[in-house]
C-alpha cells in the first residue's frame, strides 16, 4: 500500500457522525440538515434540457483538454465576469468539479524529492487540500483565519524559510467556511511571495457566484490584471458549476491561468484519465452561457440570509459573510462540539462544528468555538432551523 494514504485525517462528516453516533436526535422536530455544503436549489430546466439533447456524447470517448466550444464557453464567461481574455487554446481546461482538480493539481506540481516539499493551507479549510498535499508527498504550514479582520489569513505567521520551501499555496476566496474575499492588497502580497519564492497560487474560486454585496467578488485572475501582471506565472484559478448552478452531481469546473502549468496539469490528466463526459460538456456549455439562472440562484441565497443572520445575531455572534452559503458563527460558552451534540439532541438540527474543519496550528484551533451553518435548504427551514436555535439558547 502507499504509505502516504495513512497520513490521510478522517473528514469532518466522519468526525461529526462519531461524535453524534449515541445522540438520538428529539423525535418532536422533523430533522434539518445544515451541516453539509451541498447545494440543493433546483437544477436549471436548461442544464437537464441540454443532457437530454446531448445522450449522443456517451458513445464517444472524450479529449482530456475539452471540446473548442466549451473552452470557448468559459472563456467567454472569465471575459464577461472578471474582464479578463484568456487564450482558450492555453490558458483553460475542463475539470470534472473543482474537487478533483485541486487535489490532482497539487500531484501535478509537487515534487517530493526536493527537502521539505510544503504546501500552505488556509485554516480553517476545505479538507482536500490537505489530503492533497499528503498524499503529493508534501507538509503543510497552516495560515489561521484572522476573526478580527474579516477572517483574513495570517500571512505573516510563515516565516521566510517556510516560504522557502513552498511550492503551491492553496487560496480559497471566497473562503468556506469564513465566507471572506480577498480584497486586492492581499493578492499584491501573494504574488511577490510567489514571484521571490516560486511557489504556485491554486485558488478556489467555487463560491463566487454566490454574494451578498452589490459588487461581485474579485478573482484571482482579475487580481493579477488590476496589478498590471503581464501574464498568470505560477497562478491558477479554479472554478465550479456545483454552487453557481446547482448541479453538484455533473462534476463540471475549470481551470484556468498559467499555460504552462496547464500543459503539465493536462499532460497529468490524460494519464490520470480525467476528460469530463461530451454529455456534460455540452451541459456545461449552456450553464457557462446563461446568467438567469445565477442572477435568481443568487436572489435565493440572499433571501435566506436576509432572514436567517439578524435571527441568529440576536443569541451568537454571527455577521452576513461577504460571499458563499455559510455562516460561521461563534458560540456561546466556546464549546462547538458541544453545542453541535446538544442542538442535535434538543433541536433535531445537524451543523458542523468548527474545529473538525480546522488543525491546531500557532497554538490555536481556529475553528474552535464556532459553528459552520450551511443555508442550502430551501427559505422556510432554513429560518426554522435558526428559530429552533434561538430557542435553543434561550434555554440554556
Ligand atoms: C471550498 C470548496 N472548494 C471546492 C469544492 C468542490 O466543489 P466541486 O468539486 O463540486 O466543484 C467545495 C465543495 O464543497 C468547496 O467547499
Redesign the pocket.
Known amino acids: 500500500m502507499n504509505p502516504l494514504l495513512a497520513r490521510l485525517h478522517p473528514y469532518p462528516f466522519e468526525r461529526l457522525r462519531e461524535l453524534t453516533r449515541d445522540i438520538t436526535p428529539s423525535a418532536r422536530y422533523k430533522p434539518i440538515g445544515l451541516g453539509i455544503?451541498?447545494p440543493r436549489h433546483p437544477t436549471p430546466a436548461l442544464i437537464l434540457q441540454a443532457i437530454c439533447a446531448n445522450l449522443a456524447g456517451l458513445s464517444k470517448y472524450p479529449a482530456t483538454a475539452g471540446e473548442p466550444a466549451l473552452r470557448k464557453a468559459i472563456v467567454d464567461w472569465v471575459q464577461s465576469r472578471y474582464g479578463v481574455a484568456l487564450d482558450p487554446a492555453s490558458e483553460v481546461l475542463p475539470v470534472n468539479?473543482?474537487?478533483?482538480a485541486?487535489f490532482a493539481l497539487a500531484q501535478t506540481v509537487i515534487d517530493p524529492s526536493r527537502t521539505g516539499a510544503c504546501v500552505v493551507c488556509p485554516n480553517p479549510f476545505?479538507q482536500?487540500y490537505e489530503g492533497a498535499a499528503l498524499l503529493a508527498g508534501a507538509n503543510i504550514a497552516f495560515v489561521n483565519s484572522d476573526p478580527a479582520r474579516n477572517f483574513a489569513a495570517d500571512w505573516n505567521s510563515i516565516t521566510p524559510s517556510v516560504w522557502a520551501q513552498t511550492q503551491l499555496l492553496y487560496v480559497?476566496s471566497p473562503?468556506?467556511p469564513t465566507g471572506a474575499v480577498m480584497p486586492l492588497q492581499e493578492w499584491q502580497r501573494l504574488f511577490e511571495l510567489s514571484d521571490r519564492y516560486g511557489f504556485v497560487i491554486a485558488s478556489?474560486e467555487?463560491?463566487s457566484e454566490i454574494y451578498f454585496g452589490d459588487v461581485p467578488p474579485l478573482g484571482s485572475l482579475q487580481a493579477a490584471r488590476q496589478l498590471g501582471r503581464p501574464g498568470f506565472r505560477n497562478l491558477v484559478a479554479?472554478t465550479?458549476?456545483?454552487?453557481r448552478s446547482n448541479v453538484?452531481g455533473m462534476?463540471s469546473?475549470f481551470v484556468a491561468g498559467d499555460a504552462v502549468l496547464l500543459k503539465q496539469f493536462l499532460l497529468y490528466r490524460t494519464y490520470h484519465g480525467s476528460a469530463m463526459s461530451p454529455t456534460i460538456q455540452q451541459a456545461s456549455i449552456a450553464a457557462w452561457g446563461d446568467e438567469l439562472h445565477v442572477i435568481e440562484n443568487r436572489a435565493k441565497y440572499r433571501a435566506k440570509f436576509e432572514r436567517v443572520t439578524p435571527l441568529l445575531a440576536s443569541v451568537l455572534t454571527v455577521a452576513l459573510p461577504d460571499a458563499g452559503f455559510y455562516l460561521w458563527a461563534q458560540v456561546p460558552g466556546g464549546d462547538d462540539l458541544a453545542f453541535a451534540r446538544d442542538l442535535l439532541a434538543q433541536y433535531n438540527v445537524t451543523l458542523l462544528p468548527g474545529r473538525l474543519l480546522a488543525r491546531a496550528a500557532h497554538g490555536a484551533n481556529p475553528g474552535a468555538g464556532r459553528v459552520r451553518l450551511a443555508l442550502v435548504a430551501e427559505l422556510d427551514e432554513c429560518v426554522e432551523a435558526a428559530q429552533r436555535i434561538v430557542s435553543f439558547l434561550k434555554s440554556h
Not at 240 to 243: A, P
Open positions: 455544503g451541498e468539479g473543482s474537487r478533483e485541486l476545505y482536500i480559497c473562503g468556506n478556489d467555487c463560491y479554479l465550479s458549476l456545483s454552487k453538484p462534476r469546473g
